[in-house]
């Protein structure tokens, strides 16, 4: 995939193993939501179950997938899909983790920059 | 020729199985001095429970779980024991038992209980490597390690035995098939529909079925390789097992001459045609009928021992038999009739097909005659109980097949059991040989407080489940738990339910939520948004001062410290203690709520006030300028205390009779930052008027003239329950210390997810007021436990926040174009 442009969004751990925490993009209702699961895998979805939109940032990660913490939708992270008997998907974002620093695929020409310290 | 000892009679015992050291155990509590005894067991082992060889082949208990007698209760009991050396002859006229290697031994009086051998089909192949029955210990090991080589098993036999076989071997990990000749399983135990259940169920484990399956031949050259079925269908298999059934093994005792027909053939009195023999078990018939299972069987225990203990009166008869199923999470039970004989008979069916629940009762002439129960079977026990008593139900039949619960509450007679009366000999449970004077033995020594413990402890109640009750009223009777039949699985993870792992959280001292895992068998190496939370809650509960808690595994409310909204954003409640405020903090909450443009103020049910609409990113600053003015988290948001709600009480009502604002803060100040179960109301009343709504909350106190009355296990929520009275008090320090145990006791019995109201409902008042009230030691222990664990959780989860902790929690990971 020649061409593709990554963006840096932070190092490995700054995210907690079976956690994960929120890239904000140019569109502030699309939020990224980035997971790092127990053995240290990375994936990274748009942040809103199919369901009702919930944040699934703020889920209980187990395994490969996260459970949406408004109404416990199972989704898979490797592939964005809801775990049957529901139906739904959620957009995911390519990742790659080179020496402990995370790189998202980028949509189109941006830039990153942390936030201010709160 | 082995001389008598101590001019005692002697008794010699053929048989180290269950009939027969039932039998002397029941013999030695009657005349423990009368004979000189020597047992004789042709298996290697103590006498063990057979019943639970399944659970030993599951890997669910080792094999010394299941011994019932250790070698040194022979010691303790002054009986010889020679294992490993079958008896190859009786001499009926010099009255000796001839044994391989050890030479002859005198009796004065011999007992039979030599059992049963595996019923083997008439087919080719039965020599093969791979080929095993199901019936002791070396067949088990056979087992096993034929499970840890190969891959495919095939269990003849779709019977209870052969089922259990099944099962343990797929635990083991194999590939299992049952080949079963009748159309449904267990056909002799449950109707048709309960035993397609039942295939269905099993089938969804993984366990394939060929019913209506003749098998013509094991195939294979010198190791089973397959099975070949009469309709030409073909099993591969590398182990065979063997579960069609048994036969009476009464080869010694037709060899010696005994009357025999398909068992060896015993009157009520259980002697043989030789009056200086008895038999007893699996080999015997008795008015036709041959044995197989344990109620009839330990009923002739009784009966043999008390005649060898010189009781002419003991007569035999059959009492009810029943049957249940020993696979984790599939439950069965059957009794007496599987179906009505003829158009006299009444059979009453409840059939839920979605939730997988059969249940059919069968009446004769207005008594129970039979039972068959699919996916819940608590009532198993109660229906036999019926049978036995022979109950007249019709003032309750139309409730009879909805359980115990709702029949008593109908007019069922309420069955009480009398413990205090119960003598210290008497067999509580059958299946294990406990004896209530072994339960209290265990109870009092080792501190036992839960039916799980004394299962674990005893083994009582730990197999067939039927004594549970009479388990749990000793436990009362003691002061112990009365717990909970049922415990169902936790989630799809385990097939442990939470009383058992709270149980072996503190029994096998597991304290992170890794070690629970491992050690209880977890089958997902994450567990899931189910069981983390409630292993978290549970470590922490247990292990106060040294448990970390794992943020990853609360739910989001708990891990932020705010409740997440349907938008994603957050609501924010200070405490506000008793529901008092005052003109700071609310100018605080009023400057807060500008300042960060929240869009809505609200006043809660719990008398606090409600910031809604608040992104994440605000929190640790909105929580930062609460703080200023004094105000803490309200942990709105957390399973623990939520509000102690108050009316105004005696200070300013005109018909307050106490300080019930007062109190409630008091209560508040004690209780507040404590994890619960699930969240816990509280409210104080001032008078019986009871404005503070206290009869619907998980405490409530009602304060009257002559002091408090608390009251506990109410719900407002979507099934309202009105509390249970638990005791009228004087002072407010007793009120503390009762609300404090009564939270603790709480705390740490009832399961996750579960409210006061469902949890009292469960256990019962009257346990929980033995616990709590009764019982002023217990109190004090709960009290003092409560208390400790409070300093270790009370500091404001919002000032620690405020001031950097978890920063990441708060800050997203980065910002993009």
Same mark, same amino acid.
């Given at each position: ?5 990554? =963006? ?6 700054? =995210? ?9 993009? &140019?569109?502030?209702?699309? &939020? =990224? ?15 809103? #179950? &199919? ?8 889920? =209980?990660?187990?395994? #490969? ?19 049957? &008997? ?33 | ?69 250790? *070698? ?57 490597? /791979? ?54 399983? @267990? ?105 197989? %299972? ?190 909970? *039949? ?15 792992? *709270?149980?072996?959280?503190?029994? *096998? ?152 604002? /007062? %109190? ?21 009343? /001032? ?104 300093? @270790? ?25």
């Amino acid at each position: 995939m020649a061409g593709r442009r990554w =963006i840096e969004v932070g190092r490995l751990d700054e =995210i907690p193993r079976r956690g994960s925490r929120r890239v904000r993009g &140019p569109d502030a209702d699309l &939020p =990224i939501a980035v997971f790092r699961t127990a053995d240290d895998q990375v994936f990274a979805l748009v942040d809103r #179950c &199919p369901h009702k939109g919930g944040p699934l940032s703020e889920g =209980i990660v187990q395994g #490969c997938a996260v459970a949406c913490p408004l109404h416990g939708w199972v989704i898979h992270l490797d592939t964005g899909e809801a775990e049957a &008997p529901d139906e739904g998907q959620v957009s995911i974002i390519a990742v790659k983790v080179d020496e402990g620093r995370i790189w998202l695929a980028a949509p189109e020409a941006c830039s990153a920059r942390k936030p201010e310290a709160a | 020729m082995t001389p008598a000892r101590n001019g005692k009679e002697r008794l010699v015992v053929v048989g180290n199985g269950m009939a027969a050291m039932r039998t002397v155990e029941e013999l030695l509590t009657r005349s423990p001095e009368r004979y000189d005894i020597t047992v004789i067991g042709a298996e290697p082992h103590p006498n063990y429970n057979r019943i639970m060889l399944s659970s030993v082949l599951a890997g669910e208990k080792t094999v010394d779980e299941v011994v019932i007698n250790p *070698r040194g209760w022979y010691d303790e009991n002054g009986v010889t024991l020679l294992t490993g050396n079958p008896v190859t002859a009786i001499d009926r006229v010099a009255r000796t038992v001839s044994l391989a290697g050890v030479g002859d031994i005198s009796y004065d009086r011999l007992l039979l209980g030599t059992g049963s051998k595996p019923l083997a089909p008439p087919i080719p192949g039965l020599q093969l490597t /791979g080929v095993h029955a199901f019936r002791d210990i070396a067949d088990v090991d056979a087992m096993i390690a034929a499970s840890e080589r190969h891959r495919r098993a095939v269990v003849i036999g779709g019977g209870l035995l052969g089922l259990e076989a099944a099962w343990g071997l797929k635990r083991r990990g194999m590939s299992v098939a049952v080949v079963h000749l009748m159309s449904t399983l @267990m056909e002799r135990q449950l109707d048709a529909t309960a035993g397609e259940l039942l295939q269905r169920d099993l089938d969804s484990r993984g366990i394939a079925f060929f019913t209506d399956g003749q098998t013509e031949e094991i195939l294979g050259n010198d190791k089973a390789e397959g099975v070949l079925l009469a309709d030409g269908r073909q099993i591969e298999a590398d182990l065979v097992v063997l579960a069609i059934g048994i036969r009476p093994n009464i080869d010694l005792a037709r060899a010696a001459g005994l009357d025999v027909n398909r068992g060896l053939l015993v009157g009520d009195d259980m002697r043989t045609s030789d009056p200086n023999i008895y038999a007893v078990g699996e080999c015997i018939e008795h008015n036709g009928q041959v044995f197989g %299972l344990v109620a009839p069987i330990w009923e002739q225990a009784k009966v043999c021992g008390a005649r060898l203990a010189g009781n002419d009166e003991a007569v035999y008869v059959p009492p009810p038999i029943f049957t249940s199923l020993k696979i984790t999470g599939v439950d069965v039970f059957s009794a007496g009739a599987l179906a009505a004989a003829d158009e006299a008979d009444e059979e009453i069916t409840l059939h839920d097909a979605r939730r997988g629940i059969y249940k059919k009762v069968i009446l004769r002439d207005d008594r129970v005659v039979g039972s068959v129960l699919y996916g819940h079977v608590v009532d198993g026990p109660w229906y036999v109980q019926l049978m036995r008593e022979k109950t007249d139900v019709s003032a309750f039949r139309d409730q009879l097949v909805f359980g115990r619960a709702f029949a008593e509450r109908a007019g069922a007679p309420v069955s009480k059991i009398d413990i205090a009366a119960m003598p210290d000999a008497e067999q509580v449970c059958d299946c294990n040989g406990v004896s209530k004077g072994r339960i209290c033995e265990a109870i009092r020594a080792k501190g036992l407080t839960t039916l799980d413990a004394v299962r674990a402890h005893t083994k009582a109640s730990a197999s067939c489940g039927s004594c549970t009750a009479k388990v749990e009223a000793i436990l009362a009777h003691l002061g112990g738990a009365v717990a909970h *039949r049922a415990d169902p699985a936790m989630c799809k993870c385990t097939d442990h339910g939470h009383d058992a792992v *709270r149980h072996a959280i503190r029994e *096998r001292e597991l304290r992170t939520i890794a070690a629970v895992r491992e050690a209880l068998g977890w089958r997902t190496p994450d567990g899931c948004q189910k069981c983390r939370p409630a292993l978290n809650y549970f470590l922490l509960c247990a292990w106060p001062e040294t448990y970390r808690d794992d943020a990853q595994s609360r739910f989001v409310n708990e891990r932020v410290h705010a409740n997440i909204q349907k938008d994603g954003t957050f609501s924010v409640v200070p405490r506000m203690w008793g529901g008092l405020t005052n003109p700071r903090e609310l100018r605080a909450i009023a400057d807060v709520a500008e300042k960060y443009a929240i869009p809505t103020v609200k006043v809660t049910g719990g008398q606090r006030i409600d910031l809604l609409g608040v992104k994440k990113e605000q929190l640790p600053d909105v929580w930062g300028d609460l703080n200023k003015a004094g105000l803490v988290s309200g942990h709105a948001y957390a399973k623990g205390l939520r509000t102690v709600k108050t009316c105004v009480g005696s200070e300013w009502c005109r018909f307050g009779t106490q300080d019930s604002t /007062g %109190l409630g803060v008091k209560i508040e100040k004690m209780c507040w930052g404590s994890w619960t179960p699930h969240k816990v109301k509280l409210a104080v009343s /001032g008078c019986p008027r009871n404005c503070a709504e206290a009869t619907i909350k998980d405490i409530g106190v009602v304060c009257v003239e002559a002091g408090y009355d608390v009251v506990v296990g109410g719900n407002g929520g979507v099934e309202v329950r009105v509390t249970d009275h638990l005791v009228r008090l004087s002072t407010e320090a007793e009120v503390l210390e009762h609300v404090g145990a009564f939270l603790q006791l709480y705390r740490e019995e009832a399961r996750y997810l579960e409210r006061t109201a469902p949890w009292v409902a469960r256990v019962g008042i009257d346990y929980v007021h033995e616990r709590v009230v009764a019982d002023a030691d217990n109190r004090r222990a709960l009290h003092e436990r409560f208390l400790m664990s409070q300093r @270790m959780v009370q500091s404001d989860p919002w000032a620690e926040r405020a001031a950097g902790a978890e920063a990441h929690e708060y800050r997203a990971l980065a910002e993009v174009g």
